[in-house]
């Protein structure tokens, strides 16, 4: 029987992921990237137990371990200096790696697994019958089309898919710094202001640097290393590690789709649901769904059909992701001063009982168990 074909526009983690999800599936798949030369830029991201498992079932999560970080504990620290959460991850991983590593091996294993990389070619539009309309006037026909194009998705326009878009009131500075630090995650907040810090690699540590978009110095670039410093002055060597030249700037913005399937057309990634990155779980959520559709269109006749199967399947995830994220940054950056040691306390409390603080990951990813038994830090780091 001939293979079902998939057309994908887009070649970030998204894209890549899905590729390389349907092509080890058995799927007959092409990606249409619109760069000449699709890549990551120089950040790190964190990786939780959901998007690992998915990776290790890629064939890359060992890659990944090797290059990444896995961390010991996260913890959170208030602008008294006190540390409010600290949260030990022996049961579950939480790694985190440079982007373009990420980006890296997702698409040889895309490649391997027989996707086609086509660059230079930019997607304009979809037909729920599946078809991709390409910018220059051809028309892709596919068995599917997956709208992996990010957050500012013509295809998930031209399908009328979009409920809300939305840029938020803050926004990230992400940079990566020569290596100081021991397998921590470390956040630090003062008011409106946090830093999150943690290393990324053998080499370097990733840092993510939030205020909001009205505090043009928070949000400045170059970094104004004086204005954080004098912020977060226990960790100034941070700032002072960061170059002229070095960071990216995003405004958190946010993407919540009427469906995230029209026809044989499917949405993922940021196009889908781009979210603020509080929980580690934009590409998270991409590479978790972008499995389950491979699982699910694997055994499906009717594509059309199997979609709305795996919109069952992931649409509540995707939601409570979605709502507890864009709930954190809220919280954070509309905090008043003076509510800081309110903030302080009831993350304090959601960090020691029992029942919040044993749920943290699974409600950062969406409510559902983790996917396979967590492996204890101390048999795959050491
Ligand atoms: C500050 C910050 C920190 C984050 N940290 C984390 C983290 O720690 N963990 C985590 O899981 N997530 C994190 N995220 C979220 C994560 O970065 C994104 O969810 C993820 O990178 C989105 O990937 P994507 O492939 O959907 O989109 P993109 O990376 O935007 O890729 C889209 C691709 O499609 C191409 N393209 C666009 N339009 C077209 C077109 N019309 N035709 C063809 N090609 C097209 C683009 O060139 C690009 O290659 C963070 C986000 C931010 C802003």
């Known amino acids: 029987m001939a293979k079902k074909t998939v057309a994908i526009a887009g070649a970030g983690i998204a894209g ?14 092409r990606i249409y990237e619109r760069s000449e030369e699709p890549r990551e830029f120089g950040a790190g991201i964190y990786l939780k137990e959901n998007s690992l498992a998915v990776l290790d079932a890629l064939g890359v999560g060992g890659q990944l371990a090797e290059s990444g970080v896995r961390l010991r504990a996260a913890m959170i620290h208030d602008e008294t200096g006190k540390t409010i959460v600290r949260r030990t991850l022996d049961k579950e991983r939480l790694l985190i790696a440079l982007r373009s590593e990420l980006h890296s ?39 599917l089309v997956v709208a992996a194009d990010g ?26 710094i020569p290596r100081e630090e021991e397998a921590y995650a470390n956040e630090y907040w003062n008011g409106s202001l946090r ?14 640097i939030i205020g909001p978009e009205r505090d043009r110095r928070a949000t400045a670039l170059p970094l104004d290393r004086a204005y954080w410093a004098e912020a977060f002055p226990a960790i100034a060597s941070v700032f002072e590690r960061v170059g002229d030249g070095d960071g990216v700037h995003h405004t958190h913005s946010i993407v919540i789709c009427k469906e995230l399937a029209a026809g044989n057309v499917a949405v993922i990634g940021d196009a889908a649901h781009a979210q603020p990155p509080n929980f580690g779980q934009g590409a998270g959520l991409a590479i ?26 992931v649409r509540r995830r995707v939601t409570t992701v979605q709502a507890l994220t864009t709930a954190y940054d809220i919280a954070q950056y509309k905090c008043p001063k003076p509510l800081a040691p309110l903030r302080s306390r009831l993350f304090e409390l959601l960090g020691s009982v ?29």
């Open 16 to 29: 890549f992921a899905a590729a390389a999800a349907l092509a080890q599936h058995d799927f007959e798949v």
């Open 105 to 143: 091996v997702l698409r040889a294993a895309a490649l391997a697994a027989g996707a086609e990389l086509v660059t230079g070619r930019e997607a304009a539009s979809a037909d729920p019958s599946g078809v991709l309309h390409m910018s220059d006037g051809e028309e892709v026909k596919a068995d």
């Open 151 to 176: 957050v500012n998705s013509r295809i998930r326009e031209s399908l009328k898919l979009t409920r809300l878009f939305a840029l938020l009131g803050d926004g990230a500075t992400r940079v990566i």
């Open 195 to 208: 830093v999150g810090v943690a290393p990324c690699s053998e080499d370097y540590t990733y840092a993510f």
């Open 288 to 313: 978790d769904t972008s499995w389950e559709m491979a699982e699910t269109l694997a055994g499906a006749t009717d594509i059309a059909q199997g979609l709305q199967a795996w919109q069952d399947k």
């Open 354 to 382: 029992p029942t919040t603080a044993h749920q943290w990951e699974f409600w950062w990813r969406g409510g559902v168990a983790a996917p396979q038994p967590a492996i204890p830090w101390t048999e795959v780091a050491g």
